[in-house]
């Protein structure tokens, strides 16, 4: 059941502005992801609807996040990518949360 990885234009160009390693191992969980399964540093997003996860990586002292869906269209859509600036907690801040979902929106008028 592979699917096809796709991007969201800004969400790719802040990924590729990751660490390396950051982006090997995020490439590494969204093809284990379009494969049908889901790795350790895959969380579903709570509140976004079924199909939404989060990959969380640490590295050197910094907190990566890329959000995807696996439920618009075919493909599995990455719709957002962002550094963690804030130091309280794992919570992904609530302007993060608002972008991932007026995206998940236009994906879902798109593709729906």
């Not at 990885?5 to 502005?17: I, P, R, Y």
Request: glycine share 6%; hydrophobic share 40%; proline share 4%.
């Amino acid at each position: 059941m592979d699917r096809a990885v796709s991007w969201v234009t800004a969400a790719e160009k802040a990924f590729q502005k990751f660490p390396a390693p950051v982006q090997s191992q995020m490439r590494t969980a969204l093809e284990v992801a379009a494969a049908g399964q889901t790795t350790d540093i895959a969380k579903p997003m709570k509140g976004l609807g079924a199909g939404v996860y989060e990959l969380r990586i640490a590295y050197r002292r910094n907190a990566y996040r890329a959000d995807y869906a696996v439920q618009i269209g075919s493909d599995l859509w990455v719709v957002h990518a962002f550094q963690k600036k804030s130091t309280q907690g794992i919570k992904t801040p609530k302007k993060e949360i608002d972008l991932i979902r007026s995206r998940l929106k236009r994906l879902q008028e798109t593709f729906g």
